[in-house]
């Protein structure tokens, strides 16, 4: 099956125009986008909605109408207020997209599970936000349990759930061998985890430069899962000279990027070692 992967996109109009038209251009079997969607945090709900409204729902709309053949699977980021959940689960049942956090679902003869939480970040909004492994929180990040989230959620669920924990269950909804695993996070100490922390210290202790889950790198260490899809860190191809990497059977792609082009990878997934990263210059495709 032909799929298209992008992350982290933020909201930007002509990068999902662009993306828009490649997909209805090539008609790809699936389209797997990887969280942090949404224009900036602090914009209006009636903003969001726009947004939403007119340049992703309709858009997949059209799409699907030309040819049902085409799965959008996606999930949110940790810049993407949670408050706005309840539109993608409504657009899920609709059956316009695949809203995947923390479940899973058949795509032919594999399946596909998301998952949006991070580990803790320096960040101020938490609603997709776990802690870990433990409740260890490093240093220049702020905890779970601090912050502010859009959504009430249970106090002990803040404090005492993992990354961990949650992969371990949503490892038992189908055969792991045969799952593309959506992530937001990418796994720690990886060539997808590189942050541009370098020689930076608070109170005297260097800041780690790689930022991302130990829980997922065991994870896929361990479990050995189909393919791993990840965003988050828009910096880490550019500083780790790689998108891609494999651990044991599994391939792991990271689309985040830190740059104006449109960051876009295209996988057979009966051929994962040849996938292809392409940097699209937005203005030459988008109106």
């Known amino acids: ?104 679902v058949r795509f032919r003869y594999l399946f596909v599970t998301g998952y949006s939480y991070v580990p803790p970040t320096p960040f101020q909004l938490k609603d997709w936000e776990r802690y870990d492994v433990s409740r260890f929180t490093d240093v220049g990040n702020v905890s779970p349990e601090q912050g502010f989230r859009t959504v009430e959620i249970d106090p002990d669920e803040i404090t005492y759930s993992t990354i961990s924990k949650d992969l371990e269950k949503l490892s038992k909804n189908a055969p792991v061998e045969k799952t593309i695993f959506l992530f937001h996070s990418p796994p720690y100490r990886s060539m997808l985890d590189r942050a541009a922390l370098d020689g930076k210290k608070i109170d005297n202790v260097p800041l780690d430069v790689h930022v991302g889950s130990v829980a997922i790198k065991r994870f896929i260490e361990k479990k050995q899962p189909f393919l791993t899809l990840h965003g988050h860190i828009h910096e880490s191809a550019r500083l780790s000279g790689n998108w891609m990497e494999k651990v044991g059977r599994t391939f792991s792609f990271s689309a985040a990027h830190d740059g104006p082009e449109l960051a876009l990878i295209r996988f057979d997934t009966e051929d994962l070692k040849n996938a292809k990263r392409e940097l699209i210059h937005v203005d030459s495709l988008s109106s």
């Open 1 to 104: 099956m032909n799929c298209i992967f992008v992350s982290d996109i933020h909201g930007n109009k002509a990068k999902f125009d662009t993306l828009f038209k490649i997909v209805e251009s090539e008609k790809p079997d699936g389209v797997f986008i990887g969280g942090d969607l949404l224009p900036n945090q602090f914009s209006t709900e009636i903003v969001v909605e726009k947004f939403l409204d007119n340049e992703f729902f309709s858009k997949i709309g059209s799409i699907i109408k030309d040819c049902k053949r085409v799965k959008f699977f996606v999930i949110m980021g940790n810049d993407d207020p949670r408050i706005f959940e309840k539109v993608f689960i409504e657009k899920d049942k609709e059956g316009l997209i695949n809203y995947v956090h923390f479940k899973t």
